[in-house]
Each structure stands twice: as C-alpha cells, then as structure tokens.
C-alpha cells in the first residue's frame, strides 16, 4: 500500500537495553512526525521533522531518546537504556507539506520493556 | 503533556442513534482534526477544520470549528456497528505537532 509503515509491528525488549524503531512514510511527504501513545490516552507529540533536520523535538521526554532521517524519508527512533515506563505505542505519521495540517499515520510499533 | 479535554470519554448508544462529543482547550489553535483509531492500528483522518466558524461534513459525519476557536465538535449521524471505535480531536497551532484530546470510545448496539 501507499501509506505510512512502521517496522517492527511488535517488540519486547529488557530493561536497559537499546531499541530502534523505524518508519517510512508515504512517498513525497516532507514531514514526518513521532509520537507515543500509552494506554487509554491520547497520541503524545515526541519530534517532527522537516526533510532531514528536526524542527522540533520538543516532545522527546530526555537525551535516552532520539531521532534520526538522514536522507530525508525513512526515520528511525532510536532509544537507549530502555526502562518499564518506556513501554507505549510508538506512532509515525507524515504530512505532504512542511508542517502541513493533516497528518496520515502508520499502525505503530508496540514496544514493551520487560 | 498537554491535551485537550474531550467529553464525553464514552459512550454507549443504540444503532441509528445520532452521535455528538466535543473538544475544548484553553489556548486557541488555527486547525483542528478529528482522527479514527481501531484497536491495534493507527489514527485514521476523518475532516480537517480550517477556519473558525468552519462546518466541514464527511458522509454521516459533520465537524464544526468553533468560534472561539478554542473548540471543536464531532457529530455522528445515524451509527451503524462500524462506528465503533475511539475518536480523537487534535488541535495544531502553527504547523507541526499536533495536541490530542483522551479520546471517546464509542460502542453501538446493533
């Protein structure tokens, strides 16, 4: 399909370890968005991307988080020394223009820290 | 972080009923959104609000952005069985992130 995709669907991991998780876009949308959802709440904003460079991370919780989209499509969301509080749906979106108003979103990557 | 308040956070209602939940916020925003979200999926897009005032429809769907332009309302009409999931408002300000309500579940009996 054409739309937002998200890799691994699903990933359990133990306390402390490091964790990647992709997202690839729909193709020819120059921002991309991460957020994280917890349980019976709403998507939280993390950081968004205009082409390669983040114009806003305001929403990463602290340095153990970080993003990356060097070639200004695929993203990767990386987090370091992973803790139990870390467990959340983490979504992707993308949006055609910089900032553009409607973002379409990928299907999540569940991740649970054991 | 912040969210909106959205209300109500459920609701139960019988097929064909008319459905109406609503989004406030204490500072204004430029756009508002009304998502979808199925069990194990994404939000789905549903209407984008542009303007304040603005009254947007999408089939049995009907959305207003508020004059205040510090809420926003979603109305359902005539639910059927697929209506069922967790609807989310978002408000943007200025491109970029988007700020989300709790959601409100809704569950329609057949």
């Known amino acids: 399909g054409a739309g937002v995709s998200q890799t691994p669907s699903n990933k359990v991991t133990e306390k402390g370890k490091y964790v990647e998780l992709r997202c690839d876009p729909i193709s020819g949308h120059t921002a991309l968005y991460w957020y994280r959802q917890s349980l019976g709440q709403g998507p939280e904003f993390l950081i968004y991307f205009q082409g390669t460079g983040a114009a806003d991370d305001s929403g990463l919780p602290n340095d153990r988080f970080f993003a990356v989209r060097p070639e200004g499509s695929v993203s990767t969301l990386k987090i370091q020394r992973t803790e139990r509080g870390d467990s959340a749906v983490y979504l992707c979106a993308s949006s055609l223009t910089p900032g553009g108003d409607e973002q379409y979103f990928g299907p999540g990557t569940r991740l649970t820290v054991t | 972080g912040q969210q909106l308040n959205q209300s109500p956070q459920s609701m139960f209602i019988q097929e064909g009923e008319d459905v109406s939940m609503n989004c406030t916020s204490s500072?204004?925003?430029?756009?508002w959104l009304w998502y979808k979200q199925d069990p194990g999926e994404g939000p789905v897009l549903l209407i984008a609000l542009y303007k304040a005032g603005e009254l947007t429809s999408n089939g049995r769907l009907t959305a207003q952005f508020g004059t205040t332009r510090k809420d926003s309302f979603l109305n359902i009409s005539a639910s059927i069985p697929s209506d069922v999931g967790i609807y989310f408002c978002?408000?943007?300000?200025?491109?970029?992130?988007?700020?989300f309500g709790q959601g409100t579940e809704l569950s329609v009996k057949p």
């Open positions: 978002a408000g943007q300000y200025q491109g970029g992130k988007l700020i």
């Open positions: 500072s204004i925003f430029n756009t």
